[in-house]
């Protein structure tokens, strides 16, 4: 397993755009998690999934903020319109889900510029 | 809500040496975990300890070890024999009943020769 991919790495948008990000968990792991990082800050919560349900929101996920799992596999995450302040890296992580506590592994992110 | 801080923006040590990077939290759960991780340069963040609320003793993992104080809820990381390789932000993380995970806003740690 190579672990959690995300894709792009990179990706540069103009004010009022939509951009998609895309997260590969680890493929046993059933939970898969979204975050949002800005720089000189820790990750900020945003989204999680166990298999295809999404289960929690965070009040930071606005209305333009979408996020799918539909397979129970991959995931996307959407801006639309997207503004200045939604500049940030954005991080995924998965785990095992159930009764107990499991490890989140993270990818390596998808750093976004807003222009 | 949980909250979690970390109040040393930065710190460094030199090799071979010790540091100890601190933690406080704050949570009205009973039951709860805390982590570090760590976030090298341009690379993904990685766990680097983790420790059970319920358990007394503090956990340890080769140079890295904790100093979990309950009652005070803080919990401290300390780095023994520092290695050029620990260069990082580290994060203090909590997840109690829900699955998210809180972070503190980080320690930057330099390692000098």
């Known amino acids: 397993d190579t672990g959690v991919s995300q894709d792009p790495r990179h990706k540069i948008t103009k004010r009022g755009q939509n951009v998609t990000f895309r997260c590969d968990p680890i493929?046993?792991?059933?939970?898969l998690y979204w975050y949002r990082q800005t720089l000189g800050q820790g990750p900020e919560f945003l989204t999680y999934f166990q298999n295809e349900a999404q289960l929690e929101k965070s009040r930071l996920l606005s209305d333009r903020f979408s996020a799918e799992r539909p397979k129970g596999s991959f995931s996307t995450l959407e801006i639309q319109r997207t503004e200045q302040g939604d500049s940030a890296m954005y991080l995924c992580?998965?785990?095992f889900g159930g009764g107990q506590v499991y490890e989140q592994y993270f990818g390596p992110g998808t750093r976004l510029t807003v222009t | 809500a949980q909250t979690v801080t970390q109040s040393q923006p930065e710190m460094s040590v030199q090799e071979a040496e010790t540091v100890t990077l601190s933690c406080t939290y704050d949570?009205?759960?009973?039951?709860?975990?805390l982590f570090w991780y760590k976030q090298p340069p341009s690379r993904q963040m990685i766990l680097v300890i983790r420790?059970?609320?319920?358990?007394?003793q503090n956990a340890t993992e080769n140079r890295f070890s904790v100093n979990f104080q309950k009652a005070a809820k803080s919990f401290s990381l300390k780095i023994s024999d520092s290695q050029l390789g620990d260069a990082a932000m580290y994060f203090c993380?909590?997840?109690?009943?829900?699955?998210?995970?809180?972070f503190g806003t980080g320690t930057r740690l330099q390692v000098t020769l």
């Open positions: 992580a998965s785990s």
């Open positions: 493929s046993e792991h059933n939970r």
């Open positions: 993380a909590y997840t109690g009943t829900a699955s998210k995970l809180t």
């Open positions: 949570t009205s759960e009973s039951d709860y975990y």
């Open positions: 420790q059970e609320a319920y358990k007394q």
